[in-house]
Nanobody, 123 residues
Framework: QVQLVESGGGLVQAGGSLRLSCAASGRTFSTQQMGWFRQAPGKEREFVSSISWSGVVIRYAESVKGRFTISRNNAKNTVYLQMNSLKFEDTAVYYC????????????????WGQGTQVTVSS
């Protein structure tokens, strides 16, 4: 089992920044890839970003490219999501995910999920 614990969510004005963190524990050898999904009220969960173990392969949803930056510290088994220039439409519960194969863009492609952290952007 892998446990994922997110932190760093909160309320921010449009144009502001937040940094999410996700600490992984347990069977961390399986956390080859880590990433983030989000779910806004009334909408399906959507892919935000992912990063490989080495940090070489990084993916972003088109809606966050140029504004969000994913990174990781393997010594701490932690992944981060720096969110800049936040928009109202970024408001959602953000979920940390780990352990995927090739289906990285869909929720079903990830084996482990955190409990989520709320990000609210006021307009």
């Amino acid at each position: 089992q892998v446990q994922l614990v997110e932190s760093g969510g909160g309320l921010v004005q449009a144009g502001g920044s937040l940094r999410l963190s996700c600490a992984a524990s347990g069977r961390t050898f399986s956390t080859q890839q880590m990433g983030w999904f989000r779910q806004a009220p009334g909408k399906e969960r959507e892919f935000v970003s992912s990063i490989s173990w080495s940090g070489v392969v990084i993916r972003y949803a088109e809606s966050v490219k140029g504004r969000f930056t994913i990174s990781r510290n393997n010594a701490k088994n932690t992944v981060y999501l720096q969110m800049n220039s936040l928009k109202f439409e970024d408001t959602a519960v953000y979920y940390c995910v780990a352990d995927t194969s090739s289906r990285w863009s869909i929720p079903e492609g990830w084996g482990y999920w955190g409990q989520g952290t709320q990000v609210t952007v006021s307009s």
